[in-house]
């Protein structure tokens, strides 16, 4: 029951404490700003509480079993068991460190923090309820960064036995098998890390392929990977339905037109992620939405109202912890009146899948189509010193330019540590470089970085250790 309310009037409300909202309020307070910000559960959101770090958590500990069970190195022999608590509460310490450290910045930052639920009463103020009060919060200027949650399929509920990404993560054991419904970045993260635990899983995807949003150039080893890992893929494959028992669920679903049955332990529902806009009023206030029930926003962030901004996944655009905290600096940036705007050239998408993806910038596909001819080079993995040397020789650097003026505009890595070296490829795209920038660079050797020099100067025709074709 609510015992008090109160009411007070602040500078900039950021609503959400994700990487979006975090990001924001600290951008914001260091331009001068007086910064509330209301969470209604954890400090780091889904990103941070049950996402992306807890995911990345149990993917490296996973991948440490499998090359502890089976070394790559000839000469070491290793025996390994699992103890599946012990891992999950070296996770959880993992994201508590983190977690903690946002909140040493909210305070570092002089950012108030108020747990709770907003809900818009005008258009400028906001009601805020907490367990045991209540209080309504008159703004200035606002940021909407509250996030989004799992898609649930309408005729396969979550329940005991089907579970989202979030129940995944935190289940207590390995289970003996697992049935993945969605064969994109979360389902095939998820699925490959339980099944480098031990568990039997299966994959089930709607379109025709695992990754949808990568060629198949790129998915090849992923699916390699994924078959050594005895994980059976079903594409084209549409889910029906469920049955639930004590101690397992079946589900049922069609593949050509022809209906299949698989039973395991568990079912893990990883479809695409709704925003979470239904739930703050924005009907009161008149904030324009799309079909889908994003947030409709400018090249500043700003919504049809002026004072109200919104960020991240209850926007436009691929739903990526990186990119909501981008947005919030602009619109932070844009409140304090700098001349800001979003520039959505240079966003890497990551696959933490074994071997990694990334990609930033555009694909040959799009290269072609927006400038006709263009430049590509691929450098393989297998003729990197340093990759051999890791044993992890599986993969290449692939970079496209426009072919005219030789400027790079995209670029694609599969393999080991694709996570990281997308990072200078990045870079150089927002910097306008050419290929000839690129390989002018001199790389360290002997180092996985040298790759993409190496398919710089394949691309411009000179290559040293591939033979030219």
């Not at 049955?243 to 529902?269: M, P």
Request: hydrophobic share 45%; with cysteine.
């Amino acid at each position: 029951m609510v015992v008090g309310e109160f009411s007070e009037d602040v500078d900039v409300l950021v609503i959400g404490g994700g990487p979006g909202g975090y990001v924001a309020a600290i951008r914001a307070a260091q331009l001068g700003k007086q910064v509330t910000l209301i969470e209604r559960d954890k400090l780091g959101g889904v990103c941070l509480n049950v996402g992306c770090i807890p995911s990345k958590a149990l993917i490296s500990a996973a991948h440490h079993y499998e090359q502890a069970k089976e070394t790559p190195f000839p000469g070491i022999e290793t025996t390994a068991t699992l103890d599946f608590a012990k891992v999950q509460a070296w996770k959880q310490s993992v994201v508590d460190k983190m977690t903690g450290g946002v909140k040493t910045l909210m305070k570092g930052n002089h950012i108030r923090v108020i747990q709770g639920e907003a809900f818009f009463s005008k258009p400028d103020e906001v009601r805020v309820m907490a367990e045991h009060e209540s209080q309504t919060l008159r703004f200035q200027h606002c940021i909407i960064a509250t996030g989004s949650r799992p898609v649930e399929l309408r005729n396969i509920p979550f329940g005991p036995r089907v579970l989202s990404s979030t129940e995944a993560l935190a289940l207590d054991h390995v289970p003996s098998s697992l049935i993945v419904i969605g064969g994109g970045y979360i389902g095939v993260e998820l699925g490959q890390a339980f099944a480098k635990f031990g568990a039997k899983v299966t994959i089930v995807e709607g379109l025709s392929a695992i990754l949808p949003q990568f060629d198949a150039q790129l998915t090849r080893l992923v699916q390699r990977n994924l078959k050594k890992n005895q994980v059976d893929v079903y594409t084209d494959a549409i889910a029906q339905s469920v049955e639930q028992t004590e101690d397992g669920v079946t589900l049922t679903f069609t593949v050509g037109g022809e209906e299949k049955r698989v039973s395991a332990e568990y079912v893990l529902v990883t479809v695409g992620r709704r925003p979470n806009t239904d739930e703050l009023g924005l009907e009161n206030i008149g904030v324009r939405l799309d079909e889908r029930g994003l947030i409709v926003v400018d090249s500043q962030c700003r919504t049809n109202l002026p004072n109200v901004y919104a960020i991240g996944d209850v926007v436009q655009g691929p739903a990526l912890a990186h990119k909501a905290s981008y947005e919030g600096k602009v619109a932070a940036e844009a409140i304090a009146g700098k001349a800001t705007a979003v520039d959505y050239r240079c966003i890497p998408s990551v696959v933490f899948c074994d071997p990694e993806i990334a990609s930033v910038g555009l694909s040959e596909e799009e290269a072609k189509q927006k400038y006709g001819e263009v430049a590509v080079g691929r450098f393989p993995y297998a003729a990197n010193g340093r990759a051999v040397a890791l044993g992890a020789d599986a993969g290449f650097v692939r970079l496209v330019a426009d072919k005219a003026s030789g400027v790079l505009v995209g670029a694609q890595v599969i393999g080991a540590e694709a996570s990281d070296l997308i990072a200078e490829l990045g870079l150089a795209i927002e910097m306008g470089a050419s290929l000839e920038d690129v390989a002018l660079t001199i790389h360290a050797h002997p180092t996985l970085g040298e790759m993409i020099m190496e398919a710089a100067e394949v691309a411009l025709g000179s290559p040293v250790h591939v033979v030219s074709r």
